[in-house]
């Protein structure tokens, strides 16, 4: 059974940094896409940033020049790191991995609050 196990989360200023991390349980050459996906209190889920294993990314316009998705292979991880935090970004940050056959895989959550 595919795991993704979300670290990293936390409460921050305006303006910080923080990075979070997705330890996958396999090789995430495995995973046609892994990314990271937001969900704020009332709103739906939200793509965030994406990754293939050939590296190339997407980003939300909203994030834009301030996250960046990168992975690191021999540590099976999916790290996002994320500058210039606004309030706006608070929401709870969850890890997705998707196989090739389209198997969708999801990490329990890390909550990021951002306070001005």
């Known amino acids: 059974q595919v795991q993704l196990v979300e670290s990293g989360g936390g409460l921050v200023q305006v303006g910080a940094s923080l990075r979070l991390s997705c330890a996958a349980s396999?090789?995430?050459?495995?995973?046609?896409?892994m990314g990271w996906y937001r969900q704020a209190p009332g709103k739906q889920r939200e793509s965030v940033a994406t990754?293939?294993?050939?590296?190339?990314?997407d980003y939300a316009d909203s994030v834009k020049g301030r996250f960046i998705i990168y992975t690191d292979n021999a540590e099976k991880m999916v790290l996002l790191q994320m500058n210039s935090l606004k309030p706006e970004d608070t929401a709870v940050y969850f890890c997705?991995?998707?196989?090739?056959?389209?198997?969708?895989?999801w990490g329990q959550g890390t909550q990021v609050t951002v306070s001005s």
């Open positions: 997705n991995g998707k196989k090739w056959g389209a198997s969708t895989y």
């Open positions: 990754i293939t294993p050939g590296g190339a990314t």
């Open positions: 396999e090789s995430i050459h495995n995973f046609a896409t």
